[in-house]
């Protein structure tokens, strides 16, 4: 008689015990896809060409099916024909060919696939891969953030949001377009550089500024610095709503200084030309209800967004300004004023945490990839001399201000200081620094009952 001996049971579960197969996961990845491209480059020059604006090398999983891509796209790039001889001895020469599997793993790949026709669909395939394996980097990368002490909770979730961003960000489209298919458009866009000044970069509003700056640049920081009650936060609201509402591009401004309501109150009497007091104090008559009426619908489909959020850090800024980027797009940020911030550690003086924010605020403008206008406060100097026009050493902090900032436009009214003035309605933007352009100063009118500036001759 056979004796059965019962298996042993399994060990309890406390649901705490790891799996070890969740240990030996493979990255994701295709193999036979990349073997596909490469056999498909390797038979066709015109399947090389679809696939290098689909793919880098670094999209490969194995080491050696990028060194080959990178061989067969240099060769290409030299105008030489790239098949298995030619490509074996260019890795020859590079010493890295037995890196590769030897001439015969190249023969392999042009065996592997009947035709090139379909190189760019394997392509995106191996593309797919590769994004999906960074989303597991990053995730890995954001796991072991999460487990150090010594880093500040704001830093970690800011570089989290970072590592994120740049994981599943989306590959820059780019294709060869007939002429003739483009013309009507871009004959178009001339004829609205001629008629609304539109610039390369981001439109200001004022013509003279932009002719002298060609628009704000992606990558930029710009500084608006005045004292107080100089007008800083409506030329800002100026730059901003020549961006949203003109011309349709998504603008963000945050204010750490006046509410939601002062805000918009602002908004409405700029853009409806209505008394800004009337709007405050509740006496808006009939006519002035008419204007905003005919100006709300263009305001409530302006891809503008307000943000009163107080006591923020560059950081919050950052990552509110990323999330705006990926739901759609984002030109231009206004931050009302740098002073009210704070980088959310102790640091040793207000100079030294001052300074860091700028550098923060350039940095956010560099990795976004658009222009950031922040605002500062200018400290007494002006009102200490005779020539009350402020210029660049007035800023506050002003070393890591001034050598972080691309351009720095120090706005003056000479009405604010002498009340007779024959210059009041006017107030002088002074391009005291800019990165790469000339200086100047520009004139503008300071129609401030409407909360606006404007160009000179809108108003003459």
């Given amino acids: 008689m056979s004796t059965t001996v019962p298996s ?46 689909l793919l880098k090398g670094h999209d490969f999983y194995r080491p050696a099916h ?23 001895a260019e890795l020859t020469k590079r010493g890295e060919i037995n890196k590769v599997g030897g001439a015969s793993y190249l023969h392999t790949l042009v065996q592997m696939v009947p ?33 150090d002490a010594d880093r500040e909770v704001d830093e970690i979730v800011d570089a989290a949001g970072a590592e994120l961003h740049n994981a599943v960000q989306v590959r820059d489209e780019s294709a060869t377009v007939r002429v003739g298919d483009r013309l009507e458009a871009h004959i178009d866009r001339l004829d609205d550089l001629q008629k609304n000044g539109v610039t390369m970069g981001v439109p200001t509003g004022f013509t003279d500024l932009d002719s002298l700056t060609n628009g704000f640049k992606p990558g930029q920081m710009i500084v608006v ?22 011309h349709q591009r998504p603008a963000a401004f945050f204010s750490l200084e006046m509410s939601e309501e002062e805000l918009m109150n602002r908004l409405l009497s700029a853009e409806a030309r209505v008394g800004l007091h009337h709007l405050n104090c509740g006496t808006t008559t009939a006519e002035d209800w008419q204007r905003i009426a005919r100006v709300a619908p263009r305001i409530a489909d302006a891809p503008f967004y307000l943000d009163v959020t107080p006591n923020t850090t560059v950081m919050e800024i950052k990552a509110k300004c990323r999330r ?42 560099k990795e976004l990839r658009i222009p950031v206008v922040v605002l500062s406060q200018l400290n007494r100097g002006p009102e200490q001399r005779t020539d009350k026009k402020p210029v660049m050493s007035d800023l506050r902090e002003s070393g890591a201000i001034e050598q972080d900032a691309d351009m720095v436009i120090l706005l003056h009214r000479e009405d604010a200081y002498e009340k007779e003035s024959p210059r009041a309605g006017e107030a002088d933007l002074i391009i005291a620094k800019h990165r790469g352009g000339p200086t100047a100063t520009i004139t503008t009118a300071a129609v401030l009952h409407f909360s606006m500036f404007a160009d000179m001759a809108a108003t003459a």
Avoid at 225 to 238: F, H, I
Avoid at 327 to 353: A, F, N, P
């Fill in 8 to 53: 042993p049971a399994p060990p309890f579960d406390d649901g705490e015990t790891e799996d070890p197969r969740a240990f030996q996961r493979v990255p994701p990845q295709d193999l036979e896809a990349e073997q596909a491209v490469l056999g498909g480059m390797l038979l066709s020059k015109d399947a090389i060409g679809d696939v290098v604006e």
């Fill in 66 to 88: 990028e060194t080959i891509f990178h061989a067969i796209v240099g060769l290409y790039g030299e105008g030489e024909p790239a098949d298995p001889i030619t490509v074996a």
């Fill in 225 to 246: 610095a005045a004292r107080p009650a100089m007008g800083k936060s409506t030329l800002a609201m100026d730059f901003v709503r020549a961006c949203a509402i003109k």
């Fill in 324 to 365: 705006l980027q990926q739901r759609g797009g984002l030109d231009l940020v206004v931050i009302d004023y740098l002073q009210l911030m704070s980088t959310g550690r102790k640091t040793e003086s207000r100079q030294v945490e001052v300074a860091d924010m700028a550098r923060q605020v350039k940095l956010m403008a």
């Fill in 115 to 147: 035709t090139a026709a379909n190189a760019a669909h394997y392509a995106e395939i191996v593309h797919d891969r590769a994004r999906l394996r960074r989303l597991v980097e990053a995730g890995t990368r954001i796991t072991q953030m999460g487990y």
